[in-house]
């Protein structure tokens, strides 16, 4: 039964991103231009964070989708895993970080009421994000360049 109710509880999640926020987010926010293919993304030195980013989405069987880059970037960065509680808790960093948007609260809202076994992993991202670097604002493309884990001690977390 408890298998079930996560299965369930993930379908919803991923219908919750997928199927509404970013149909939303696609007619809300201005088109982003991402000036890389995978292609070139692979050209980036090991270790920056374009490299790290295309192998990322080769790891986890991702497409590059330019709404999502910056999403993709962030569990770079963060070190959240893409399953259900990371992607809560990515969401409750950003929200501890003082990013409040739609996307955030609902995931935020829905981790809460759907996941209460994962609410310590919550709190301490939320946490984690009130501490850190204000990242909301960072120019997301032009990092690219940088090494990852210099950006990481950037944020302070």
């Known amino acids: 039964m408890y298998k079930l109710v996560i299965k369930i509880r993930s379908a919803v999640l991923v219908y919750l991103t997928h199927r509404m926020a970013l149909p939303v987010l696609k007619m809300i926010r201005k088109p982003e231009l991402f000036p890389y293919s995978k292609q070139q993304l692979q ?60 996307p955030v609260m609902a995931t935020v809202l829905y981790g809460f009421i759907s996941m209460p076994e994962h609410w310590k992993k919550f709190r301490l991202a939320y946490n984690r994000g009130k501490k850190a670097t204000a990242i909301s604002n960072w120019q997301w493309v032009g990092l690219l360049c940088l090494p990852t884990p210099l950006l990481r001690s950037k944020i302070n977390c």
């Open 43 to 102: 050209q980036f030195e090991n270790g920056t964070l374009g490299k790290d980013l295309v192998n990322f989405i080769d790891e986890k069987g991702l497409e590059l989708l330019p709404y999502y880059v910056r999403h993709d970037i962030k569990h770079i960065l963060l070190e959240y895993d893409t399953t259900d509680d990371g992607e809560v808790c990515l969401q409750s960093f950003m929200l501890g970080n003082g990013h409040i948007s739609f």
